[in-house]
């Protein structure tokens, strides 16, 4: 009886550690029950590209709230957390306006994750002015989106530019051009 009163003394001392160790072993199974109910009710409703998005968002919030309850408990405030939360807010408003900076690339690259409009596969031509780079979307990273031209070239074009420049996505692969169009040169015309 003495081993017994002995084990539970220890573990009402560390009953922090006891259940945040409970928790961790119960977030997988709480991951994969998440998914298994988002999945049923989203069965032939989405496509599956955004069904992806959604398990990973559902993930990233169970993530969040889980962490959020273990620190509850552990004793921190949240207040902390809200101060650090509209600090990152401030910043991300920052980088949706300074196109010039890393900080937008990354937020632009949140803009093309949450949309759903351009995905790896799609054939797209980026309109800049009187310009324009045709090419299928091959990667789509945190910096920049790789496009594959017709002619095999690769184009790397910044988040930020992708996602503030006109992008037309193109039904079919556009045909590939046998040669450069021939260059007229403007000068007067002569006089017979």
């Not at 207040?79 to 509209?86: A, D, M, R």
């Not at 037309?168 to 556009?174: D, F, G, R, T, V």
């Not at 260059?183 to 017979?192: A, F, Q, W």
């Amino acid at each position: 009886m003495t081993d017994l009163t002995l084990f539970l003394d220890f573990i009402l001392a560390q009953y922090k550690l006891v259940i945040t160790g409970l928790i961790i072993l119960l977030f997988p199974i709480l991951m994969r029950l998440s998914i298994h109910l988002l999945t049923q009710l989203t069965r032939g409703k989405i496509d599956m590209h955004r069904q992806q998005r959604a398990k990973l968002l559902l993930r990233v919030i169970v993530a969040v709230l889980l962490v959020c309850l273990l620190l509850m408990f552990w004793g921190i405030e949240l207040k902390g957390l809200l101060v650090l939360g509209s600090s990152l807010f401030a910043m991300l408003g920052v980088a949706l306006f300074a196109g010039w900076s890393l900080l937008s690339n990354l937020t632009s690259f949140l803009i093309l994750f949450i949309q759903n409009d351009c995905r790896i596969g799609f054939w797209v031509r980026v309109i800049d002015g009187s310009n324009f780079v045709e090419g299928r979307i091959s990667e789509m990273g945190l910096m920049n989106v790789i496009l594959e031209h017709i002619d095999g070239h690769k184009v790397i074009y910044p988040n930020n530019i992708f996602v503030t420049r006109p992008v037309m996505i193109l039904c079919k692969a556009p045909n590939k051009r046998s040669s450069l169009p021939e260059k007229r040169l403007l000068r007067p015309k002569k006089s017979r």
